[in-house]
């Protein structure tokens, strides 16, 4: 167990819809970040936050958004969602940047 | 072309024997290199750590980092069935945030 929480484990949906992911990083880690895990394309960078603040961004769609709150808790919105959007999604945190970074278990979405 | 290339595999050998992985990348700027285990339809569990060239033993996990040649390595010695999973090899630049992952090799442990 790394410490580090997903909800909810799986996620289905339609084609339009909007969902959101939770993730609460290893006590007294300050960052967090968002990876996506398809079949094609591996595991992908999304977003990063550091006590709050946007600090790096990836691949990441303009549908997508996240933000991370003051008790550090991340969430990360999926919007106008598409068949292509069916992934794994991964949260993973550190104390910093370049600091070991910790996954959770991961949000299994399925777009029909 | 991608920054981090790893043969998918799959790699089957048989209980006890040793498991060798590797990656290769492109990016002189990496400067940390990590492994990560990955069970089907888990996260990424990290095995192993080392941001200097050379050789890094834990248990019966070697990593070696050779930044000349671009080139990373996983040993795993007298494999388990247990040992049977996605091994992602992944590297961080020097300030850098993201993890830049290779495509995972699946390996097989033959009991």
């Known amino acids: 167990d790394s410490g580090v929480t997903q909800t909810p484990k799986h996620l289905i949906t339609a084609t339009g819809q909007r969902v959101t992911l939770r993730c609460s990083p290893r006590?007294?880690?300050?960052?967090v970040y968002w990876y996506q895990q398809s079949l094609d394309q591996g595991l992908q960078f999304l977003i990063q936050y550091y006590n709050g603040e946007e600090r790096a961004k990836g691949n990441i769609l303009e549908r997508f958004s996240a933000q991370q709150f003051p008790d550090l808790h991340s969430e990360l919105n999926l919007s106008s969602l598409e068949l292509g959007d069916s992934a794994l999604y991964f949260c993973a945190s550190s104390a910093d940047s370049q600091e070991t970074q910790y996954f959770g278990p991961g949000t299994r979405l399925l777009v029909l | 072309q991608k920054e981090v290339e790893q043969d998918p595999g799959p790699l089957s050998v048989p209980e006890g024997a040793i498991v060798s992985l590797n990656c290769t990348y492109s990016?002189?700027?990496?400067?940390?290199f990590m492994w990560y285990r990955q069970y089907s339809r888990k996260g990424p569990e990290l095995l192993m750590y080392t941001y200097s060239s050379g050789n890094k033993e834990d248990g019966r996990f070697t990593a070696q980092v050779d930044k000349s040649s671009k080139y990373i390595s996983l040993f795993i010695r007298d494999s388990q069935p247990s040992d049977s999973a996605t091994y992602l090899c992944a590297m961080i630049k020097a300030a850098g945030n993201k993890l830049t992952f290779g495509g995972g090799t699946r390996v097989l442990v033959k009991p």
């Open positions: 990016n002189s700027a990496f400067q940390y």
């Open positions: 006590s007294g880690d300050l960052s």
